[in-house]
């Protein structure tokens, strides 16, 4: 459960900060882009956030119910 909502806040917050973020600093900051075309840049990376996060979230939940051998079973 402690998983679940971990991943839950960071699908949340990762890519809307990511977005915010990037377009202020990175794409009309330091590239110095018009709004229109940091707008799109930016969700680019929003949207790289969100399969970044389930890419992660699937990896965890995958591995969470398997038991980790430490030695050799026969």
């Known amino acids: 459960m402690k998983t679940l909502l971990f991943f839950t806040i960071l699908m949340v917050t ?3 900060g990511l977005y ?10 330091s590239m110095k882009m018009s709004s229109s075309d ?3 840049y930016a ?4 949207v790289l956030a969100v399969h970044v996060v389930l890419a992660l979230f699937v ?3 995958w591995n969470e119910g398997t038991p ?4 050799k079973h026969d």
């Not at 969700?43 to 929003?46: D, G, N, P, Q, T």
């Not at 980790?68 to 030695?71: A, C, F, L, P």
Request: aromatic share 22%; charged share 15%; net charge positive.
């Open 43 to 46: 969700a680019i990376v929003a």
């Open 38 to 40: 940091s707008y799109f």
């Open 14 to 16: 990762l890519p809307i």
């Open 68 to 71: 980790k051998s430490k030695g």
């Open 20 to 29: 915010f973020s990037s377009k202020a600093y990175i794409f009309e900051g």
């Open 59 to 61: 990896y965890v939940a």
